[in-house]
């Protein structure tokens, strides 16, 4: 069965500091990995995929699939990164499923 | 471009009533989905539409939740009798199309907040 962790629920770090949100999967499949990231008041959306190798807003994030890992770097943290971050993977039946979630919170 | 729209924002029923909420997603996405999310959790899929047929509702309690999406676009998700762990947030999302090629992008509503007392 597919699954999502992300053994973090809350995750506290000072501005200017490295953050690293992390996200374990299990899939016997080809996994596609995602981001996704919801700010105060504001919807849910999309914030990187593995696929992309892209980085937003200065968040970077690699696919290991000997750890199955898929974890969320940024070398500094901002205020406006507290948010509620959720990593997801798209499965083979074309469902997107999603952890549980890790609160960021970044402190002045 | 609009977003997701969906309807009531929130919602406060006894429990044993019964409550409807409404989607209207982003004009020409084909693939139409409802998750739930719980308080302290993910969001869990219910039901995932391809235009007005069901692709996946693995996970929707049929004794009490039913969903349609007659025309292709508009959606309603509908819970009766409501107990009282229906409470959670109802998120509304929809996608250009179903598959890979879409890239697992799909885009949220704001939710619609359920308190069932």
């Known amino acids: 069965a597919q699954r999502v962790t992300q053994p973090e629920k809350l995750l506290s770090v000072f501005k200017g500091a490295p953050v690293e949100l992390k996200c374990n999967y299990s899939?016997?499949?080809?996994?596609?990995l995602f981001w996704y990231v919801q700010y105060s008041r504001q919807r849910l959306q999309l914030l990187l995929r593995?696929?992309s190798r892209e980085s937003i807003k200065g968040f970077t994030a690699d696919l290991n699939k000997g750890e199955t890992s898929f974890h969320l770097k940024k070398p500094f943290a901002q205020e406006e990164d507290s948010a509620m971050y959720y990593c997801?993977?798209?499965?083979?039946?074309?469902?997107?499923?999603f952890g549980q979630g890790t609160r960021l919170t970044i402190n002045p | 471009e609009a977003g997701v729209a969906q309807s009531p924002r929130y919602k406060i029923i006894e429990k044993r009533q019964s409550v409807a909420f409404w989607c209207n997603p982003i004009?020409?996405?084909?693939?139409l989905y409802w998750y739930q999310q719980i308080l302290g959790q993910g969001p869990k899929l219910l039901i995932q539409f391809q235009n007005n047929g069901v692709v996946d509702d693995s996970q929707l309690p049929k004794d009490r939740f039913s969903a349609e999406r007659l025309k292709g676009v508009d959606s309603t998700l509908k819970i009766q009798p409501a107990k009282l762990e229906d409470s959670a947030v109802y998120l509304c999302?929809?996608?250009?199309?179903?598959?890979?090629?879409?890239?697992?992008?799909?885009?949220f509503g704001e939710g619609s907040w359920l308190t069932v007392v």
């Open positions: 999302a929809s996608s250009f199309n179903q598959g890979r090629s879409s890239g697992g992008t799909i885009y």
């Open positions: 997801a993977l798209f499965n083979g039946a074309q469902k997107l499923v």
């Open positions: 004009s020409g996405h084909a693939t």
């Open positions: 593995h696929i």
């Open positions: 899939y016997s499949g080809s996994p596609e």
